[in-house]
């Protein structure tokens, strides 16, 4: 089955703790980006990699970090730096240029 | 400077009616729209794109027409069902192929 999964669906994080959202593809896709999604916002960009080992900053990167060491994975991780962490987070890929395409998401809440 | 917008965050209509959603741009540039579809808890999915150099695009009960003049484009659900109920996210690939997402508009079909 081709597509895109993040785990875990739920995820909580005590305060000043590090967390790590996973998100795979097998698509053989070179573009991943990550997304977060709060109440009446659009989707709003972290980051995102168009090539191994090689990543940018998007509109919100602050607390945020990514690694991109193999083309299917790009995790995220949630840094206690980031003082909002709460909110729905998207993952997806795509072809350069093309349509992107999503995974089912992870809701990140604090304890 | 929001430069996808969707100045109707909630639209509510009756089962078998049409539904309009609305977009408007402000970058000339753009050059390629797409439309998702997000459903509460999972991944936004693609559900139809329109190039710049068409106004109109058809895929079965959804049509999308693109206004270029007035930098505006719509999405037509004709006969509208119950299931189409979810928020539903206009958005346009910039220079760099990042993807400017709208805030979505929440739409509800009711019986």
């Known amino acids: 089955d081709g597509g895109i999964t993040q785990s875990p669906k739920y995820l909580f994080r005590k305060e000043g703790q590090n967390v790590t959202l996973s998100c795979e593809q097998n698509?053989?896709?070179?573009?991943m980006y990550w997304y977060r999604q709060d109440p009446g916002q659009g989707l709003r960009l972290i980051y995102y990699?168009?090539?191994?080992?090689?990543?940018q900053k998007g509109d919100i990167a602050e607390g945020y970090s990514v690694s991109r060491e193999k083309k299917e994975s790009f995790p995220l991780t949630v840094t206690s730096a980031q003082k909002n962490p709460t909110a729905f987070y998207l993952c997806?890929?795509?072809?350069?240029?093309?349509?992107?395409?999503f995974g089912p998401g992870t809701r990140l809440l604090v304890l | 400077d929001q430069q996808v917008k969707q100045n109707s965050p909630s639209l509510s209509v009756q089962e078998g009616r049409i539904s309009i959603l609305n977009c408007d741009y402000t970058?000339?540039?753009?050059?390629?729209f797409l439309w998702y579809k997000k459903y509460p808890a999972e991944g936004p999915t693609f559900l139809i794109s329109?190039?710049?150099?068409?106004d109109k695009n058809e895929d079965g009960r959804f049509t999308v027409f693109l206004n270029k003049s007035a930098k505006h484009l719509s999405l037509h659900i004709v006969p509208s069902q119950p299931g189409d109920s979810a928020v539903y996210f206009c958005?346009?690939?910039?220079?760099?192929?990042?993807?400017?997402f709208g805030t979505g508009t929440r739409l509800q079909v009711f019986p």
């Open positions: 997806a890929s795509s072809i350069m240029g093309e349509t992107q395409y």
């Open positions: 958005a346009a690939p910039d220079s760099t192929d990042k993807l400017i």
């Open positions: 698509l053989n896709h070179d573009a």
């Open positions: 329109i190039s710049s150099i068409k």
């Open positions: 970058n000339s540039m753009f050059d390629y």
């Open positions: 990699s168009q090539i191994v080992n090689d990543f």
